[in-house]
């Protein structure tokens, strides 16, 4: 597969760290411009915004809360003046918390809510337009399997992702006549290093491959639906999780 992203600006948001950045990384080295959105980890996105260099490509960061409207048009703004505007986006930013509905205060439910559903319509609400206009665009949304298994203990996010997949493949159907392409990747457990090598085997016993995943395990999923070889692919969820969900 020939992933050739040169001159393509890319919006990655939650791209200081973990999966964001190792997502960064492989569209760097095929050659995409990069918008490294963060909200609160300014310094891991100085190490990952350093890291890019060795690309030779162009790489801004943008700081914002994409669950406030207000704060994604003032990214657009500032992605545009210093790199231009934005042709692919790949969403990856997310807040959760990991406990039983029960346990929340039903004040605690809106910030899972309005990041993981509300910032996906923000996002498109505001970037898309120029897609439209261009008449060329991608838009990829990426949750966790949660959104379509269920998790007891991943209960509100969940739900609110579960919303933003049915929200991207009727955006896919919306934007279609435009040349844009909206999909989502539905991720399994991905060890980013903050979790016990105890609890990761445990884990991996649920798991057809036996292991759970690694941020570098979803750059071949991402960077496909970002070719042009995923040109007539959309509204789709693409698995990455070790098979994990079938068995459900």
Known sequence: MNVDLKGKNILVTGSAKRVGR???????????????????????????????????????????????????????KEIEE????????????GWVQMKSFFKYQPEEWKKETDICFHGVLNLAYVFLPPMKEKQRGKFINVVGD??????????????????????????????GKNDIQCNTISLGMIDQGDVSKEHIHKLARNYPLKRIGTPEDITGAVLFLLSDSADWITGQVLSVNGGYSMIH
Do not use: P
Request: hydrophobic share 40%; glycine share 6%; charged share 20%.
């Open 146 to 175: 949660s959104a379509r298994t269920g998790d007891k203990h991943l209960i509100i996010s969940s739900a609110a992702r579960s919303g933003a997949i049915s929200f991207v493949q009727s955006l896919a159907k919306e934007v």
């Open 22 to 76: 190792t997502i960064a990384d492989a569209i760097a080295e095929n050659g995409g411009n990069i918008a490294l959105h963060y909200h609160h980890s300014s310094e891991d996105v100085l190490v990952t915004h350093k890291q890019l260099e060795k690309y030779h490509i162009k790489s801004i960061m943008v700081q914002g809360d994409i669950s406030k409207y207000d704060e994604v048009i003032a990214m657009k």
């Open 82 to 93: 210093k790199l231009g505007s934005i042709d692919y986006i790949v969403n990856n930013a």
